[in-house]
């Protein structure tokens, strides 16, 4: 599967984003699908994830309550809907899929083989 993520940009401190990934192949309603994000001179860390039942999701402590993962099958898309964005927020956003993943699982970076190439977030105070 091939992932194509867009929708970052600049917004001021407060603001709101939408971030979009598209996926090509097959099979996306089996996927668990992730949100990773990189700021500068720090390691990828996890942001939210949706296993292949919707209802299923997980979030990391700093965007919970904040973030909201979504996925439309019919559309082979998942989202990340970002709102009272923080400047901490910064980053290249990346989204991950794979088969098989288990919940407990579904935070590991290393649980995805399939990446797409990121969108730059900036939150300016």
């Known amino acids: 599967v091939q992932l194509q993520a867009s929708g970052g940009g600049l917004v001021q401190a407060g603001g709101s984003l939408r971030l979009s990934c598209a996926a090509s192949g097959q099979s996306f309603s089996t996927y668990a699908l992730g949100w990773f994000r990189q700021a500068p001179e720090k390691e990828r860390e996890f942001v939210a994830a949706i296993s292949w039942n919707p209802d299923t999701t997980s979030y990391a402590d700093s965007v919970k309550g904040r973030f909201t993962i979504s996925r439309d099958n019919a559309k082979n898309t998942v989202y990340l809907q970002m709102n009272s964005l923080k400047p901490e927020d910064t980053a290249v956003y990346y989204c991950?899929?794979?088969?098989?993943?288990?919940?407990?699982?579904?935070?590991?970076?290393?649980?995805?083989?399939?990446w797409g190439q990121g969108t730059l977030v900036t939150v300016s105070s």
């Open positions: 991950a899929a794979d088969q098989g993943i288990i919940y407990s699982e579904m935070r590991r970076s290393r649980a995805y083989d399939y």
